[in-house]
């Protein structure tokens, strides 16, 4: 049975993956940092396993694979926002949202990789956002971050195409979830207007595409940047 880590995913877009990739047969692991409670229950509900870790630490997640064993395939989704100006953004900021957004990424996949090489195989899918291709007004050190993730995967699809492993990029629009929801009902109203399919998105339907990049099906598709956005980045 394949296995696959989904980091943060105790809730929200994460949470879905974990659901989805189980749903297709997968033996999921479930990253988690702060709610145990919740990725308890998913796991309980998944067959999958929970297991803490803070990934913008290389020993926690080299602890973390340590505990899981190896992963055929590898959901970066753990992520931390900012909404401040960019003159009221901190070093201490820039480097927080840098050290889970980006850091995060690369020791996931640094402690994913030896196995996936060996076995000729893998599915990378990391989670960036439509920000990350669009920029955003006051979002500047996410968007910068974000935008990371997506040269991150198409320079990672050339290098590691030779190895049978697939590396790819959704970027989620405004989605339905726990951190969307401080922004308030009526700019999450405004921001569903502005998407041409009306609504807001949900965390399945960012799942569903993650499900299919990591399946049999998309083996010729690797190096793309996708958008599961209703058209808001048109």
Known sequence: MSRALISGASRGIGRACAQALAADGHAVV????????????????????????????PCEVQAMFAAAGDVDVLVCNAGAALQKLFTDTTWEDWRQLFAVNVDGAYNLIRAALPHMIHEKYGRVVLISSVWGVHGASCEAAYS????ALIGLTRALAKELGPSGITVNCVCPGVIDTDMNAALGSETLASLAEDTPLCRLGTPEDVASLVRYLCSGEAGFITGQIIGADGGFGL
Request: aromatic content about 4%.
């Open 30 to 57: 479930i990253n988690y940092l702060h709610s145990r409670s919740e990725a308890e229950a998913l796991a309980a509900g998944t067959g999958g396993t929970a297991i803490r870790a803070d990934v913008s630490d």
């Open 144 to 147: 910068a971050s974000k935008a």
